[in-house]
């Protein structure tokens, strides 16, 4: 959308904030990687700048420097999930927009209004192949879409006035890199007249106004006083609906799904507010221990979002000052810039994140999988350690590794990414059987890969006990004579185990002890990390394990 760097100040706006948002929005709009001097064409901020803003982001976790590449890091997402807890909507919401899409084997969204356009904030895709999906946080025009004319009902002549000189400012949609360009003109009375439609019937329909074949059908979901909270999509495609067959077949089901949203909304108890959940954890350290090159403003300004959450949609400026920890004076033009800039809305004396806050990341974060979560993180316990790391997850009687960050080769087969090996004689795969309940553990004809393989049902049971209340595994030679190898689970937020990462070795490299003494702690570290960014990642959105 509008290019926040052209934004001309405005008084007590902090600039430094401004640009590294303006980093973040071009980061975003590239996919989530981009190389520095990329950066630097495409923010038109001097070099020495870029690097400042993109040290200061990854000193917070937020970006990762990879080579010369700058690439968003999960963790960015509790920005978009500060919004997102405040808004309850997603956690209220999500699984009967889920619960519809299984139903009607079609993908299912949720959007909320974005001044003229709409924002997704969830999707529950089927796989298919035939059309483009959309992300969380992305943005659609809304004249372009189903949502688009059911918002456009409660818009004012000022929204409809925004709306007109967007569209003849930009004809072919070019703000919106989400849909393709607009190719035909349109007028304005078309969606005026859809408008109408929409608040007469109560529905709106998408035929193919963003790509051909791609056919949605559209209700409101409304709020106890009547306002519009979000609007629920069914998407399908025209090898399976026309619009009118969509509307036909599926709008009592639609309905149905929406009357049970309205009641879940009303019936929500209000929470307590939560303490803030993601202060910023540089905000303890010194300027003099962060370096140089931190911008502090930058960091602050970004940390004011993390002070908004469940029940703290709505904070005044001393609230926020406590929740930061930062000075009045400084929350303030952190909030003054963040309005500036329409990532807050000002309400009297309160502030509210709006939904432009997920265009900071969200759209390419949200499909991150677990591997590309933990590829990193492995990169740099392989490297401290000397020796190879993994992450793997269980298929019933086997592991299969997901992502590996290879030394050397010390096993008779190579080992790469897909490869499949027996659960029950691989360290790896005794943390992940470990955690499951003796029924579910699906375990083959134990059979001797080597001398030392346990082979007895009675025996293996056992030491997963054992693995189980340890909380690791360890394997010396009974998968292949020579080679030992140490596994701790990785768990996801309810505390179930999803994968698991291990460090293989020679046996000649360190002893039995010296694995539990010296590569146990460090694999444990990088396992916590990991689990922190998948809570991060996953808090509002699913995280694919493989
Ligand atoms: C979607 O969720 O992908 C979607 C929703 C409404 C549209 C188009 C696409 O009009």
Redesign the pocket.
């Known amino acids: 959308m509008s290019s926040t760097h052209l934004t001309p100040a405005k008084p007590d706006a902090v600039a430094p904030l401004m640009r590294g948002i303006t980093v973040l929005r071009r980061l975003t709009e590239a996919g989530g990687t981009s190389s520095l001097s990329g950066l630097e064409k495409t923010t038109g901020l001097a070099r020495s700048t870029v690097d400042r803003i993109a040290a200061t982001l990854a000193r917070m976790g937020y970006v990762r420097l990879d080579g010369r590449d700058a690439v968003l890091a999960p963790r960015l997402m509790e920005l978009g999930n500060a919004y997102l807890a405040a808004l309850r909507l997603p956690r209220l919401l999500d699984g009967r927009a889920d619960a519809l899409a299984d139903e009607l084997d079609e ?3 949720l ?1 909320v209004r974005d001044r003229d356009g ?1 924002r ?1 904030i969830h ?1 529950a ?1 089927r796989r298919r192949a035939m059309s483009l ?2 992300r969380i946080g992305d943005p ?1 025009p809304a004249e ?5 004319p059911l918002f456009a009902t409660e818009w004012t002549p000022e929204d409809w006035a925004r709306w007109r000189e967007r569209r003849s400012a930009d004809p072919e949609d070019r703000g919106f890199p989400a849909v393709p360009p607009r190719e035909h003109p349109v007028g304005d009375e078309e969606f005026e007249k859809r408008t109408r439609e929409a608040g007469a019937q109560g529905w709106a329909l ?1 035929d193919q ?2 790509e051909p074949g ?1 056919v ?1 059908l ?1 209700m409101p979901v409304r709020e106890h006083g009547g306002r519009i909270a979000c609007v629920v ?1 069914v ?1 399908s495609h025209t090898s399976r609906h026309t619009a009118d067959s969509l509307r036909d077949t599926l709008l009592p089901r639609l309905r149905a799904t929406v009357r049970a949203m309205e009641r879940d909304l009303r019936e929500a108890p209000d929470r307590p507010p939560a303490a803030p959940a993601g202060l910023a954890t540089w905000t303890g350290a010194s300027k003099q221990e962060l370096g140089r090159e931190f911008i502090e403003s930058l960091a602050r300004g970004l940390t004011v979002i993390t002070a908004f959450g469940e029940g703290r949609a709505e904070l005044t400026l001393t609230e926020v000052a406590q929740a930061t920890g930062l000075a009045r004076a400084t929350a303030r033009r952190a909030l003054i810039t963040l309005e500036h800039l329409g990532y807050v809305a000002a309400h009297g004396r309160a502030f509210t994140l709006t939904p432009r806050v997920l265009a900071l990341g969200f759209p390419p974060l949200s499909r991150t999988t677990l591997p590309q979560i933990a590829a990193p993180h492995l990169a740099e316990l392989a490297d401290r350690l000397h020796d190879s790391a993994s992450l793997a997850v269980l298929t019933g009687d086997e592991i299969q590794y997901t992502a590996r960050v290879a030394t050397s080769r010390i096993m008779s087969v190579n080992i790469t990414v897909g490869t499949r090996l027996p659960a029950y004689a691989t360290s790896l795969g005794r943390v992940m059987l470990a955690d499951l309940a003796p029924a579910e553990r699906h375990l083959p004809e134990l059979r001797a890969l080597t001398p030392h393989t346990v082979t007895d049902p009675a025996l293996l049971a056992a030491t997963l006990d054992r693995v189980r209340e340890a909380g690791y595994a360890l394997v010396d030679g009974e998968l292949e004579e020579g080679l030992r190898s140490i596994a701790v689970p990785v768990r996801d937020r309810t505390g179930r185990v999803v994968a698991a990462v291990n460090v293989a070795m020679h046996s000649s490299r360190r002893t039995v002890a010296q694995c539990v003494g010296e590569v146990l702690p460090e694999l444990r570290e990088t396992v916590g990390r990991i689990e922190a960014d998948l809570r991060v990642a996953g808090r509002f959105t699913r995280v694919p394990v493989a």
């Open positions: 993908s299912v969204s959007a709409i997704f999707q895709t999906s959309f659609l372009r879409t189903a949502p688009g998408d106004l963003i791609l949605a559209s999509s998407v």
